[in-house]
């Protein structure tokens, strides 16, 4: 008897293992699914059966027959890349394990299109109970149907076992976690087991730091940049070596200053301003507060006091007129499912706004340059409402693809590709902005952007060509819309986004 080659053996161990999670019953999702990492491009989808077989994630926008990966891990823990994705886009999808599927169609929406400048996230933070009070704060929270979600920290009471992670993070949040990307941050709770390993073991965030870690991370949603701190770790609780205050110092000084993005938040969980229980970590004021100022952060979340604060414009522990360079506005959002404790002072004269006695999570909407907050409780009454304004430079116009003339090749247009996108999307996966796309392909000679010197047309074609032959894997040319003259409704040449194995 021939032996079997590999790839006919693990054919046939598939067919085995489904073969025996049937004739054992259906498959069934132990956890459900929860999205991770979402980018413009690309996303995870994470969860558990009960069985070990081969699993997939099957999704389109619009129709879910269009794409299907499998999960890039045996067994029962299951992780499945999305790629190929568009931006700002809504995708449903379905797990599906042993031929079967698992879940009724969820949906989700991809981060938005470089130049967008409307982004609307919520935070919640000290909610990892998994009371009646979580489960209400995270039904609030759909319901708004944010693009992204942040957590300040104590995802899961008491100890961030692997065991509280499942039934205080995953299961009382599971409707959100399967529709809305979340970006969490770790909590001295969560760091009570093993140095957060749960925390990393159950989460697929952005790693875009020298160790690769996922206790600190950026990404860019918008025209927003948003900066994931590990407090627990930077006031002594973790891997000094890979997340102590130095070190995440250095990291976010060169994150910030890189970031080009018009609007900054960061959040972690030790709050440096609250007059909660705790009060104020001052090494994390003293050493993060010059370069959120220095760098032009506007809002800085925290939680570890369960109640809810916000102060006034601060630059250097005072109270700044608002739009005064510098400024920043900090916020404990550690309302969101553990018992409230009371003020235990009086109210300071930074402090702005606190509520010790509401549950609840923080809505903020981002339009251009007016930056609305909300602390909201889960039926969506407002507690508090802020505002910060500050002036935008004008849109820039549409990146064009300039033809070759007289002999010159102008530059090709590219996509704004971000450092910090969560997931890596790689740079020839970088999307222009949907309005001014146009297939690579109907950059026909006669289809494409318009010579104003029909004495170059030819070089000219030639140069397209050439150039079309270059960007063919970057998938878009951009022309300006007035010179297109490609018959092509606009977005119809949108690339499928074949499914590529994980
Ligand atoms: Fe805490």
């Known amino acids: 008897m021939r032996p079997r080659s590999p790839r006919a053996a693990s054919r046939a161990l598939a067919v085995s293992l489904c073969l025996a999670a049937l004739s054992a019953g259906a498959a069934s999702l132990t956890r459900q699914p929860y999205l991770q990492s979402v980018s413009r491009t690309s996303g995870l989808v994470a969860f558990r059966t009960d069985t070990s077989c081969p699993a997939q994630v099957r999704f389109g926008a619009g129709d879910l027959a269009q794409m299907a990966n499998a999960s890039s891990v045996p067994g029962t823990r299951h992780l499945v890349t999305l790629t190929g994705l568009a931006p700002a886009t809504e995708y449903s999808y379905v ?121 600190y991370y950026s990404f860019d949603w918008g025209h927003v940049h948003f900066a994931a701190i590990d407090s627990s770790c930077a006031i002594g609780a973790g891997p000094q070596a890979v997340c102590g205050l130095a070190e ?37 004021r003293r050493e993060l507060g010059p370069l959120f100022e220095a760098h032009g952060v506007d809002l800085v979340l925290a939680g570890h006091d369960h109640d809810y604060e916000r102060s006034y414009p601060l630059r250097a522990g005072s109270v700044v007129p608002a739009g005064s360079g510098g400024a920043v506005v900090y916020l404990v959002v550690g309302n969101g499912g553990a018992s409230l404790r009371p003020f235990s002072s009086s109210q300071p004269s930074w402090s ?101 010197n029909p004495a170059g047309l030819a070089f000219a074609l030639a140069g397209l060509l050439v150039s079309g032959l270059l960007l063919r894997r970057r998938g878009r040319i951009t022309c300006p819309a007035s010179s297109r003259r490609a018959s092509t409704p606009p977005g119809s040449g949108r690339r499928s986004g074949a499914p590529r194995a994980p």
């Open 352 to 452: 702005a706004f606190r509520n010790d006695t509401a549950k609840g999570f923080l809505d903020v909407s981002v339009n251009e340059g007016v930056l609305l907050g909300r602390m909201l409780r889960p039926d969506g009454s407002a507690v508090d409402s802020f505002s910060i304004t500050k002036p935008l430079p004008p849109l820039a116009p549409p990146l064009a693809l300039t033809v070759a003339v007289e002999g010159e090749r102008g530059p090709l247009p590219v996509g704004d590709p971000s450092p910090t996108d969560p997931g890596g999307t790689p740079p020839q996966e970088q999307l222009l902005p949907p309005a001014e796309e146009a297939p690579v392909d109907a950059l026909a000679p006669g289809v494409g952007c318009a010579s104003s």
């Open 95 to 215: 797990v599906e394990a042993c031929g079967a599927a698992l879940t009724q169609a969820r949906s989700f929406r991809t981060a938005p299109a470089p130049g967008t400048r409307s982004v609307h996230f919520t935070a919640m933070g000290d909610m990892g109970m998994g009371n009646a009070d979580q489960i209400a704060v995270a039904n609030g929270t759909l319901r708004v149907r944010p693009e992204l979600v942040l957590t300040v920290g104590d995802n899961a009471y008491s100890s961030g076992t692997e065991s509280e992670w499942h039934s205080r993070f995953f299961a009382p949040m599971a409707g959100l976690l399967s529709q809305v990307p979340i970006f969490p941050s770790a909590g001295n709770h969560d760091y009570q087991t093993a140095q957060a390993q749960p925390y990393i073991d159950n989460l697929y965030l952005p790693s875009n730091n020298r160790h690769r870690s996922e206790r």
């Open 248 to 284: 995440q110092k250095t990291w976010l000084q060169q994150d910030l200053a890189q970031s080009q993005a018009f609007w900054k938040v960061v959040y972690f969980h030790h709050a440096p301003y609250t007059s909660g229980s705790h009060g104020s970590q001052l090494a994390i």
